[in-house]
């Protein structure tokens, strides 16, 4: 089975990683913080924006960048950055067994360094650059996992569903 995974490096809007977490506990998605973090996950705006759904997330802290990559391994790593020269539309998500995607801090994104050393790894949104900067991280971090979901099949989640007062009866 087709495993996804969000990585946010160094997150530092408790709201965006709130949101983020939802979209993990709506998907299935493993979340993966890697510290510092700019705010403390007792945070209650990051607890309202995830609202009740905390527990549904599995989430994994890594110290630092290097303790993700040493956890990483040889998986699928890319690096949804501005600055890539390949769409994330452009990738096929299926391919792999384990896809990672790994979403920069609000204020300054991705280590330049390491995604200079990794440009093969870095995907793009397509945006106008002319009249905006960035886009907000966490739907950022939902366009992207939803296309992967997409590709695989939507794996181990409900295309359809009826509710009990289901609003289209």
Request: charged letters at 25%.
């Amino acid at each position: 089975m087709k495993l996804n995974h969000i990585v946010l490096f160094e997150p530092q809007i408790p709201a965006n990683t709130g949101n983020i977490a939802r979209t993990c506990a709506a998907t299935n998605t493993p979340l993966h913080l890697i510290e510092p973090l700019g705010f403390s996950t007792d945070d209650k705006h990051l607890k309202r924006a995830g609202l009740d759904y905390w527990h549904d997330v599995n989430i994994t802290y890594h110290k630092d960048l290097a303790a993700f990559l040493a956890y990483l391994g040889q998986r699928r790593l890319y690096l949804i950055t501005k600055f890539a020269n390949q769409t994330y539309s452009e990738v096929d998500y299926t391919a792999d067994e384990e896809v990672f995607l790994m979403f920069g801090k609000e204020t300054t994104g991705l280590p330049e360094t390491f995604m200079r050393e990794n440009p093969e790894k870095c995907l793009r949104i397509p945006m106008n650059d002319e009249h905006v900067r960035s886009l907000n991280l966490s739907n950022t971090a939902a366009l992207v996992i939803y296309e992967a979901l997409r590709q695989q099949g939507f794996p181990n989640l409900e295309l359809r569903h009826h509710y009990e007062n289901d609003k289209l009866d």
